[in-house]
Every structure is written in C-alpha cells, then in structure tokens.
C-alpha cells in the first residue's frame, strides 16, 4: 500500500511513517506542501494522511484531488475545526495521535 503522508513538520512524518512501516509495511511518501502532495497524488497513492493547516496553506487542494479520484483519506490535524463542513465526514485523527488510531484508521482503508 502506497501511503501519502501530507504534514509541513518533519518530526511529525517521521513518526507518522515510522508507524505505518511498522505496522501496516506501507510504502509512504512524503510531502510538506500542497504542490508536492498534488504531484504525489498525480503519481498515484492508495491512501493518504492530511494535516489540515499546513502553515501558511492548507491541504484543501489535495483533499479534493483525492475526493475526485476516490483515493480515500483521513485528516491528522490540530486544526480539524478548520476543514470545511463538505468535507467533515471525511475520517480525521486529532493531534496529538496515538498510534493506536493510525494503524486502526490505515487497517479500515
């Protein structure tokens, strides 16, 4: 499985990579911005985690690409209350995670 991890703090990533390799032997990539996540998505994902502020942007533009192609996806946010209502009924993970909720939102996809 192929994992898009969308998130503008490194240490963040890694943590979240790390629990996805462990658990779920994913293929994970990485990017920090919406340009690098729309040319991710273009290249083909399977599944993505979304942080929704992404310091200075937000992930909006990857979440509707992702939509479109129904790609599912699950926010992983300290900005949840930010994600427009279209988009609430989307899976989202509060920050901080435990990676309990990671490896159970990943297992359903």
Do not use: Y
Request: hydrophobic share 50%; aromatic share 6%.
């Amino acid at each position: 499985m192929r994992i898009l991890i969308v998130e503008d703090e490194p240490l963040i990533a890694m943590d979240l990579e790390d629990i996805l390799q462990e658990n779920a032997n994913a293929d994970c990539v990485w990017a920090r911005d919406v340009a690098s996540g729309l040319l991710h998505v273009a290249q083909g994902v399977d599944f993505a985690l979304l942080d929704f502020d992404l310091g200075g942007q937000t992930s909006l533009p990857v979440a509707l690409r992702l939509q479109a192609q129904s790609i599912p996806f699950c926010f992983v946010s300290g900005s949840l209350s930010d994600v427009p209502p279209s988009l609430r009924r989307i899976p989202s993970i509060s920050k901080p995670f435990h990676p309990a909720d990671i490896r159970r939102i990943v297992a359903a996809a």
